[in-house]
């Protein structure tokens, strides 16, 4: 399994608007070019399948979309910072500008929970949301997430 947060790629910023289907399509279009999935439809089909049982968006600008797929390789994780936000039907109606999409080996169940709910401390319990500017640049998020994402684990 890879490290999560130790790629630089791993941390995009998405300056569009988008509305969240399309959004959707764009991310996992990312993860399949950086070699996190080998094949886009399946991971579309995943997502959107995912996102038909209930919103990923937890509230307070943030969503986890994710999926279990079995062409992954353990536990992937990217983190997009959108600073326009968007509707992601979330749970408290505001729109979303930190999403964590996750792919996972279709038999890494626990380690994939175990993934969510250390995403869900990390945008609780630390200050790493409030690191972000939007004047950010890649490398800061990068670095200030690797560094709250150590402190979590």
């Given at each position: 399994?890879?490290?999560?947060?130790?790629?630089?790629?791993?941390?995009?910023?998405?300056?569009?608007?988008?509305?969240?289907?399309?959004?959707?399509?764009?991310?996992?279009e990312?993860?399949f070019?950086?070699?996190?999935?080998?094949?886009?439809d399946?991971?579309?089909?995943?997502?959107?399948?995912?996102?038909?049982?209930?919103?990923?968006?937890?509230?307070d600008?943030?969503?986890?979309?994710h999926?279990?797929?079995?062409?992954v390789?353990g536990?992937?994780?990217?983190?997009?910072y959108?600073?326009?936000?968007v509707?992601?039907?979330?749970?408290?109606?505001?729109?979303?500008?930190?999403?964590?999409?996750?792919?996972?080996?279709?038999?890494?169940?626990?380690?994939?929970?175990?993934?969510?709910?250390?995403i869900?401390?990390?945008?609780?319990?630390?200050d790493?949301?409030?690191s972000?500017?939007?004047?950010?640049?890649?490398?800061?998020?990068?670095?200030?997430l690797?560094?709250?994402?150590?402190?979590?684990?």
């Amino acid at each position: 399994m890879q490290r999560i947060f130790d790629d630089p790629r791993t941390i995009l910023i998405l300056k569009e608007s988008f509305e969240k289907d399309k959004l959707l399509k764009k991310i996992i279009e990312y993860a399949f070019s950086i070699g996190m999935i080998s094949d886009i439809d399946s991971a579309y089909d995943a997502i959107i399948k995912r996102e038909n049982l209930g919103s990923t968006g937890i509230g307070d600008g943030v969503a986890i979309p994710h999926a279990k797929l079995p062409s992954v390789n353990g536990v992937n994780v990217i983190f997009f910072y959108l600073p326009d936000g968007v509707d992601f039907e979330s749970v408290d109606n505001n729109k979303v500008k930190y999403i964590f999409l996750i792919f996972s080996h279709e038999k890494d169940t626990t380690i994939h929970l175990k993934t969510l709910a250390s995403i869900a401390k990390l945008v609780k319990n630390t200050d790493f949301i409030k690191s972000i500017k939007d004047n950010s640049s890649t490398l800061e998020i990068h670095q200030n997430l690797k560094k709250f994402w150590s402190e979590i684990l």
